[in-house]
């Protein structure tokens, strides 16, 4: 497995990462073992999760997947770069959630503690908090870095804009600023190619990009005249619905198909090539895999060793530019 610099950073992470939103919901905690150890075969050190996950549970689940991570790590956490993040509602009152002082400061401090570690390599917000001014933010993750407690900071889900603004104010403020944006990005979701990619390229943003086969419907395995299968993303608690939204589509089911009759002209996995498609792009750091169950992982994997020629490249370009109009997620 590659390693390349986490942006502007010294920072070396490999070139996957490990997502896990699975951990808790979709999967239980031997399975979710048995796909780290996988990850770690393969030569993946760079896990990411989030104070939010399982993906589709509520706040009686929020930090299970943390919980998970953490024993996993035991006796290995220095062989790891380990990423998390804050936002989502942890609790019932409206302190409980955002990107204010007292929310991060807790939030930070309950992550150290499920994670079973006293740093975190990268803490990201996992959105934009319009009620919360951004020089707020940015101090707090500043006090964080300074405390020893954070190495280094992100976010996800930011429009450019707000990216933008973001880095601006922390270099008018003199404060630590983003090194990596995780953004959606794949061959059915590439407006972020117009603005955000170039931009992070320019001044040194790592991405981070996840659902890179677009919540598995770029797997192939889904048919359009059934109805999503139980315990895939597009079933999973309340983000099932989500999911439905943003893929389940008859355009979406149009364009796998084309593109799954270019990945068996090529004698390649769809999955694989989808993921070496988003490794293509010379912006990028590290997509984001997932999986629940470790098999599931090798198509992916399989990805960082994968040489994506120039033809095979503009011909997914071609069929799926559609997917690149705009810049604000659907």
Same mark, same amino acid.
């Given at each position: 497995m590659d390693h390349v610099r986490l942006g502007r950073t010294g920072l070396q992470v490999s070139r996957l990462c490990l997502g896990t939103m699975t951990f808790g919901l979709q999967c239980d905690e031997s399975t979710a073992g048995a796909?780290?150890?996988?990850?770690?075969?393969?030569?993946?050190?760079f896990i990411d999760s989030s104070d939010a996950y399982p993906l589709g549970g509520d706040l009686s689940t929020r930090g299970t997947t943390e919980e998970i991570l953490g024993r996993w790590l035991r006796g290995k956490r220095d062989r790891f770069i380990v990423a998390t993040k804050c936002f989502a509602p942890t609790g019932p009152a409206p302190f409980d959630a955002g990107n204010s002082r007292k929310h991060i400061m807790a939030a930070v401090n309950d992550s150290l503690r499920r994670l079973q570690t006293d740093y975190i390599d990268l803490y990201q917000l996992h959105g934009y908090d319009r009620a919360t001014p951004i020089d707020e933010?940015?101090? *707090?993750?500043?006090?964080? *870095?300074?405390?020893?407690?954070?190495r280094y900071t992100g976010c996800s889900n930011f429009l450019t804009y707000q990216l933008v603004r973001a880095i601006g104010r922390s270099e008018t403020l003199r404060? *630590?600023?983003?090194?990596?944006?995780?953004?959606?990005?794949?061959?059915?979701?590439?407006q972020i190619e117009r603005e955000m990619l170039p931009y992070c390229g320019e001044e040194g943003v790592g991405v981070i990009p996840y659902n890179p086969i677009a919540?598995?419907?770029?797997?192939?395995?889904?048919?359009?005249?059934?109805?999503?299968?139980?315990g895939t993303r597009f079933t999973l608690g309340t983000a099932g619905g989500m999911y439905q939204d943003r893929y389940w589509n008859d355009p979406e089911f149009d364009t796998v198909e084309e593109l799954r009759q270019l990945a068996d002209q090529a004698g390649v996995n769809l999955v694989t090539l989808s993921v070496a498609?988003?490794?293509?792009?010379?912006?990028?750091?590290?997509?984001?895999?997932?999986?629940?169950?470790?098999?599931?992982?090798?198509?992916?994997?399989?990805?960082?060793?994968? *040489?994506?020629?120039?033809?095979?490249?503009q011909l997914l370009d071609d069929r799926t530019h559609q997917y690149r109009m705009g810049d604000a997620p659907r």
């Open positions: 796909i780290l150890d996988r990850a770690a075969e393969g030569g993946v050190d933010t940015l101090s *707090v993750l500043d006090d964080l *870095v300074h405390q020893g407690k954070v404060l *630590v600023r983003f090194d990596s944006v995780q953004p959606r990005y794949n061959l059915l979701f590439r919540g598995g419907l770029l797997s192939g395995k889904h048919s359009r005249t059934k109805p999503p299968a139980e498609w988003v490794l293509a792009n010379k912006a990028v750091t590290a997509p984001i895999i997932g999986a629940s169950n470790p098999g599931q992982l090798d198509s992916s994997l399989a990805a960082a060793d994968f *040489v994506l020629d120039d033809d095979l490249k």
